[in-house]
């Protein structure tokens, strides 16, 4: 069994930052990870990706934290990271943290619980 558990999450103001964190632990079993990613969701919204890392540590970001947001991940410790600058009321969500992981198979998707990160003015 894989879990991702993320952490890091909180209340800041505007203009603030935050970094959350997610790593990947099996018990019991090796597993590979593919594409790490962070996703949020807001009240009463979808889910929305955020920003995505792969193996190589290439990554993309969603327009709306592209220049203030920065995802990375060490693939030793099987943990991604999301690095919040500059955040804005807009922002608060539940983060969720996403990989598909190789632990039979078949690649999956697997999801963390989710942080909430709240920005006031």
Partial sequence: QVQLVESGGGSVQAGGSLTLSCVASGT???FSIDTMAWYR???GEQRELVATVSPGRTTSYADSVKGRFTISRNNAEN???LRMNSLKP???AVYYCYAEILAGPRWAD???KGTLVTVST
């Fill in 28 to 30: 019991r079993i090796n």
């Fill in 41 to 43: 969701q807001a009240p």
């Fill in 79 to 81: 943990t991604v990271y």
């Fill in 90 to 92: 807009q922002d608060t």
């Fill in 110 to 112: 697997y999801w963390g």
